[in-house]
């Protein structure tokens, strides 16, 4: 499979701080990426740096069979990059719409497409980007970077705060995004969601890469999952606390709470 972005002993951070040391990291066109690790590895950094937002001190950058490293973020987009931030960063005094047409490039992606992956949003069209939910906004940050027709897509923590309700209409959207052939990189805390909806996972650890391979065999792999993320499968936490409550003393009905699916610190 041809790679349309091909990263290569790159060290990247901001100013003087290198946070991405010697990586190496590949993507076919049309594969989905689940990008994990702990707090502070340089996940986001990674995305900020093929967005070009970063400083890059050594290593090659290639997108599309063109060197990017030296590209501004604004060439990068054009070319085909589309970013979706983890602070979302819409226009607040646009309409739905308007924050839409201000990035929209002929394509297969429009704005009607982008009604029927987000309904929501077109329920909200007329509404300022100030007057929506936190989803809502999420909905229109992916939304306005598909308008622009990436051939990548970058999401970094698309469902960090965000409610089950709405955590799940944006896991089906990525479900959809993948299905359509579209080459994404996922960047999320919640692990094994993200694991669920990607065929690929990359796990990163002081800024370089530590794993990569299927996310179905990481899913059932409960020592890496632990040795590399801090977690462990749900059926293994629920036993802990089933243990824990039977042991308890007295009649105090314990209820099992479900685990947390998010990466240790």
């Known amino acids: ?53 970063t400083t890059v001190s050594k290593g090659c950058l290639e997108f599309d069979g063109k060197n990017i490293a030296n590209t501004a973020n604004y060439q990068r987009n054009r070319m085909g990059i589309g970013y979706v931030p983890q602070e979302r960063e819409i226009f607040a005094s646009l309409t739905v ?15 009607a497409a982008a009604y029927k992956l987000f309904p929501r949003l077109e329920e909200r069209r007329n509404n300022y980007g100030n007057q929506l939910s936190g989803g809502e ?12 027709n990436p051939k ?27 299905q359509s052939g ?10 094994h969601l993200a694991l669920e909806v990607t065929e690929r996972v990359v796990i ?23 040795q590399l993320l801090g977690l ?12 824990s409550a039977e042991n308890a003393a007295g009649n105090i009905s314990a209820s099992v709470r479900k685990p947390d699916l998010k990466l240790a610190s």
């Open 182 to 191: 579209l080459t994404l990189i996922l960047v999320e805390q919640h692990a």
């Open 137 to 148: 906004q999420q909905m229109l940050s992916m939304a306005r970077a598909l308008v622009g």
């Open 97 to 111: 719409e308007q924050n839409m047409r201000v990035a929209a490039r002929p394509g297969e992606w429009n704005i």
């Open 152 to 178: 990548l897509l970058l999401l970094d923590e698309p469902l960090e705060g965000l409610s089950p309700v709405m955590m799940d209409i944006l896991l089906d959207a990525v479900k959809q995004l993948k």
């Open 232 to 243: 462990a499968h749900a059926h293994q936490v629920e036993n802990t606390a089933e243990n």
């Open 1 to 53: 499979m041809a790679k349309l972005l091909d990263i290569h002993k790159l060290s990247a951070g901001y100013r003087d701080a290198v946070v991405i040391d010697d990586l190496s990291f590949g993507i076919g066109q049309g594969e989905a990426v689940s990008l994990l690790g702990r707090n502070g590895v340089g996940k986001s950094t990674l995305l900020a740096t093929i967005m070009g937002l």
């Open 204 to 226: 990163m650890d002081r800024g370089r890469i530590v794993h990569d391979g299927r996310s179905d065999l990481l899913l059932k792999d409960d020592a890496t999952m632990h």
